[in-house]
């Protein structure tokens, strides 16, 4: 099978670093890729916003399967452009992606499928919006209503801070602040088959402890020892299923990856967000723990043909991913720096501990950083505190200037906290 995955993130890198291990694929390209993805796939420049020229290129490369991986594509209606061409495709339609691309869409479909979530008001005015803050109370939670690659959202005590984000957007989200540790859990879906994935955790802010900014994503850590063995049932119950149907029933059924980020309150399950992608960095660690070859999963999930998949299998290992993002992120990060240590990784580390590129391109002999997020180091064991102690040993290897990590990825976990 030819496969082509349109990205240049740690999330492609990782996907393209399952695809190349599976057997069913004889040829992988990436557009446009990244320094570390040119390992394992062939790149080819392209606007990956721009669906005709995806689909121009998925045709020139006969491409079996086409994998959209960010949301801007999905939202843009890449996958819509590369389906017309007659190319199957991993990923939802343009409308399907609302799910993601406007939250007051998301909680209109939750609404209406029933599946529980923060109360929350949609505001366009400064008279809407100081109701709305008064209504709940602090802690606020305020979310520009577009997408905003995970830097949308303020949560704060702060009413001044929340009131003059909110007068910021254009449409913005005001909702009830939910408390409780935070869930992810992807599911493949054809738009009728729901197949969920194994949970994961991400650590959102900048700093340990939970300090700091919101960002992409820190780290993220999976299985989650303290986690009800029946949660990933009661979400699919509760949330997965009922959504895809309820998308299925308005005409715009969602086939690709559903990403419903959840929090674990006192009174159940809540979801904070969907995604109509895997997240990033969880998809690092829930890949690396995957067995089952995944082409012929996201083959299935674009031909409708997912009821005929055998159940998924998953090693008894633990997976760890620790971010290492440039200097100054997520307010203005600096690119251009070169990277360092990359090949020791390579040679002491592997196959337990390995780089998965973020923001990274090549120039010259040298790797440099060129995003906010440049590298996602990942490293599997037997538990939790195996796979991070391997980790972060790959971590001090990577020399980069003025870069920045957490230090607590998976911390609690694994002392069985
Ligand atoms: P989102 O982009 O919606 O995932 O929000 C980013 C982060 O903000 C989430 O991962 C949470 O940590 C936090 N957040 C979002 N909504 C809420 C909420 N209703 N209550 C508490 N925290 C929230
Ligand atoms: N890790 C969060 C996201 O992918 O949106």
Redesign the pocket.
């Given at each position: 099978m030819k496969v082509l995955v349109i990205g240049g993130g740690a999330r492609e890198h990782a996907l393209c670093r399952s695809l190349s291990l599976d057997p069913d694929v004889n040829a992988l390209y990436c557009a446009p890729g990244n320094a570390g993805i040119a390992e394992v796939a062939e790149l080819r420049p392209v606007d990956a916003l721009d669906g005709e020229a995806v689909a121009r290129l998925a045709t020139e490369l006969r491409a079996d399967l086409v994998v959209v991986g960010p949301e801007a594509p999905l939202v843009a209606g890449v996958a819509d452009a590369v389906r017309a061409a007659g190319i199957p495709v991993f990923g939802p339609s343009g409308e399907a992606a609302q799910l993601e691309g406007s939250k007051a869409f998301a909680k209109d479909v939750m609404a209406a499928a029933g599946v529980p979530t923060?109360r929350s008001y949609v505001c366009t005015t400064p008279e809407e919006v100081d109701a709305a803050l008064d209504a709940f109370g602090a802690p606020y939670?305020v979310?520009d209503d577009g997408l905003a690659a995970?830097k949308?959202?303020v949560?704060t005590d702060d009413r001044a801070a929340a009131r003059a984000h909110a007068l910021g957007c254009d449409r913005v989200v005001i909702?009830?602040?939910?408390d409780g540790p935070?869930v992810s859990l992807f599911a493949i879906t054809d738009g009728v088959t729901v197949l969920p994935l194994q949970p994961a955790q991400d650590f959102?802010r900048a700093l340990d402890g939970d300090e700091g900014p919101?960002t992409g994503g820190m780290g993220a850590y999976s299985p989650l020892p303290w986690a009800d063995p029946k949660l990933v049932d009661e979400v699919m119950a509760s949330v997965l299923q009922p959504t895809v149907d309820e998308l299925r029933h308005r005409g715009t059924p969602f086939s690709g990856l559903l990403y419903a980020?959840l929090?674990i309150t006192s009174r159940g399950v809540r979801v904070?967000?969907f995604n109509a992608r895997f997240g990033d960095p969880e998809t690092q660690v829930v890949l690396a723990r995957l067995q089952t070859p995944l082409a012929s999963v996201l083959l299935n999930s674009a031909n409708g043909t997912l009821h005929a998949l055998p159940p998924l299998s998953w090693r008894e290992d633990a997976a760890v991913t620790v971010v290492i993002a440039s200097h100054n992120y997520p307010e203005t990060p600096r690119t251009g720096d070169p990277i360092e240590g990359l090949a020791e990784v390579a040679e002491l580390d592997a196959p337990h501990a390995y780089v998965l590129h973020a923001g990274t391109r090549r120039e010259g002999d040298a790797v440099v950083s060129a995003g906010g997020r440049v590298l996602s180091v990942t490293a599997t064991g037997s538990d939790l505190a195996q796979a991070r102690t391997r980790a972060y040993k790959a971590v001090e290897r990577i020399r980069l200037d003025g870069s920045q990590y957490r230090t607590d990825i998976a911390a609690k976990a694994a002392e069985g906290r």
């Open positions: 923060a939670v979310k995970g949308g959202v949560v909702e009830e602040f939910l935070e959102k919101n980020g929090a904070i967000e």
